[in-house]
Structure formats: structure tokens, C-alpha cells
T-cell receptor, first 111, second 112 residues
Framework: ETGVTQSPTHLIKTRGQQVTLRCSSQ?????VSWYQQALGQGPQFIFQ???????GRGNFPPRFSGLQFPNYSSELNVNALELDDSALYLC??????????FGPGTRLLVL | ELKVEQNPLFLSMQEGKNYTIYCNYS?????LYWYRQDPGKSLESLFV?????AVKQEGRLMASLDTKARLSTLHITAAVHDLSATYFC????????????FGKGTLLTVNP
């Protein structure tokens, strides 16, 4: 039990739609990172938020965006979904200078 | 751009045997992580290696880090079926900020 939860667990969308994935971290975890894991691949860093500001971004287009809220929850939004967006989306959080913990993930299927 | 390469990508072992998974990375970093992932599950942290020469052991798994060679190893001793999983190494490109670059993973199958 890592204390990091994600919702929903599974989601099916069609191309062109928009999706919002949610993550809830432990109190004090002011850094949250999002990763995309395609089937059979390692996770890829999407972006990180620290104290509600974006703090680094991987090689993902602007249609991937995020928010972090003062209550240690965060969102990943993806617009104009493409088939290749089908993946497991993982959030991970950590306190300052502390250990990072991963959530259970949201599996997104785009048809 | 930081690249992380693991080998082998697939490993089939017999119970009781020993083997090593290798993780090479392309740029200087002194923070390396090993994770385990069971099918359909999230990532479980195994080891955090923070300095050159670091060695950590937990049960039948031992991880080491050589920052000069940009190489980490995960050694499996006397494998058991319960170790069957995918193992990932990851390197932190952002200092202590957990902006991790992962390898492709090693799918380990331990056969009776």
C-alpha cells in the first residue's frame, strides 16, 4: 500500500475524445510525476508538478497537460486522443527529499 | 538525451540458478533505481542506488552501481518462481527530482 491512488482503473475512449485521469497522493507529497507505459515498454516520463507548477516535461505534445491541487491531488488531461495513447498511465508522488511511490495506474484504451 | 539500456530483455531461468541483469545508461547520473512489475500491476520499488560502488541486497536480489562505467547490475541468486516478473532499471536525469528514464525492462520467468 503506497498511499497513492488513481482513478479510474480502466477507461475506454474513442479517437478525438478528451480524457482526465486523477491521482491522489499522501499528505506532504508536494511533487507528483506522470508516466505513460505502453504495452511491453518501460514507463516514459510525461511531466512533473511541484507545488502546483509544472517542473519538467518529457517528450510529449501539448495536448498532454496537467494540474496539481493544494490537497495533493492531481490530474492528467489528454486532448484529441490518438490510438497510440492507449497505455497504462502511472502517477508517482514524493515528499521533499523523500521516497517516490507509484500509484496502481489507469489503463486507457483508445478505439 | 539520456538513454537506458537493459539486457537481456527476456530471461528464462530454472529455479535454483543464478543470473545477472545489466543496465547501462548514457549520461552521468548517480541515482539509479530498480523496480519490479507484476503483470497488470504498478511498479514496486526494489532498490535505490545513490552513489558509486553502492551495493544493496534484499533476499535473493542484489543490486550494484558503477557510475564510472555507467552500469548497474541486478543479480539473482538461487531463483525461485515467485521472482517471475518484469524488472526495470531507471535513471534520474534531474538530480533528486525523480524525472526517471526507464529501460525497456527484463521479463524474467523462473521455471520449476
Amino acid at each position: 500500500e503506497t498511499g497513492v491512488t488513481q482513478s479510474p482503473t480502466h477507461l475506454i475512449k474513442t479517437r478525438g475524445q478528451q480524457v482526465t485521469l486523477r491521482c491522489s497522493s499522501q499528505s506532504g507529497h508536494n511533487t507528483v510525476s506522470w508516466y505513460q507505459q505502453a504495452l511491453g515498454q518501460g514507463p516514459q516520463f510525461i511531466f512533473q508538478y511541484y507545488r502546483e507548477e509544472e517542473n519538467g516535461r518529457g517528450n510529449f505534445p501539448p495536448r498532454f497537460s496537467g494540474l496539481q491541487f493544494p490537497n495533493y491531488s492531481s490530474e492528467l488531461n489528454v486532448n484529441a486522443l490518438e490510438l497510440d495513447d492507449s497505455a497504462l498511465y502511472l502517477c508517482a508522488s514524493n515528499p521533499p527529499r523523500g521516497t517516490q511511490y507509484f500509484g496502481p495506474g489507469t489503463r486507457l484504451l483508445v478505439l | 538525451e539520456l538513454k537506458v539500456e537493459q539486457n537481456p530483455l527476456f530471461l528464462s531461468m530454472q529455479e535454483g540458478k543464478n543470473y545477472t541483469i545489466y543496465c547501462n545508461y548514457s549520461t552521468t547520473s548517480d541515482r539509479l533505481y530498480w523496480y519490479r512489475q507484476d503483470p497488470g500491476k504498478s511498479l514496486e520499488s526494489l532498490f535505490v542506488l545513490l552513489s558509486n560502488g553502492a551495493v544493496k541486497q534484499e533476499g535473493r536480489l542484489m543490486a550494484s552501481l558503477d557510475t564510472k562505467a555507467r552500469l548497474s547490475t541486478l543479480h539473482i541468486t538461487a531463483a525461485v518462481h515467485d521472482l517471475s516478473a518484469t524488472y526495470f532499471c531507471a535513471v534520474d536525469s534531474g538530480g533528486s527530482n525523480y524525472k526517471l528514464t526507464f529501460g525497456k525492462g527484463t521479463l524474467l520467468t523462473v521455471n520449476p
